[in-house]
């Protein structure tokens, strides 16, 4: 009868170590919450040794901004795709991204998780910065697409813009997005986005009647 494959020569067999402790913390934040999932069980969820995630992330907090980081990576390209350069136009376009937002929570809950609501510093880490940053642009971009049409000293700072849409879709995703449909709104978490988006565009004339 064949030894029993111990879990770091079965991990390792798999290939990739760190990606697979990348996964297994993102599962577990998604079950438990960013504040609850341990070392310890991140590596028993991947199939190793409680010591084995010290040979790619210096401790929990670092294996954490890792999750945020792809987290963002993907975010970001997610909404890239739906902005598409601002096709066929780009109102039609930005509000296709706020359907993006909302579509990558649902998906990747725990990844989501891990990039808002963790509590790590974006700032302390380079990469982490670059993947959020990267992110952010996609959403800069967009508002400077939508006020193209303004004379420049009409144009509201794209910026500020930007981030208050990324509040208004995060505060839909935490308020409405979750739960079972209906349990605080009879109205659609994207119909919600929507709707406050465009009263929002409207306010500060990016949009016309």
Known sequence: MPAPVTPDRKSYHHGNLRQALVEATADLVQEQGPQ???LTEAARRAGVSPAAPYRHFKGRDDLLEEVARQGFIEFAARLEAAFDGGRPRPLTAFLRMGQTYLDFAAERPGYYMAMFESGISVVGNVDLAAASARA??????AAEAMAARLPEDRRPPARMVANHIWALSHGV???????KP???SPVE???MLESG???YLRG????QD
Do not use: M, Y
């Open 189 to 191: 978490p994207s119909e």
């Open 204 to 207: 500060l004339g990016l949009i």
């Open 197 to 199: 988006a465009l009263i």
């Open 136 to 141: 952010q642009g996609v959403l800069v971009t």
């Open 173 to 179: 995703v935490e308020l409405f997005g979750r739960g």
């Open 36 to 38: 609850a999932f341990t």
């Open 182 to 184: 209906g349990c605080r």
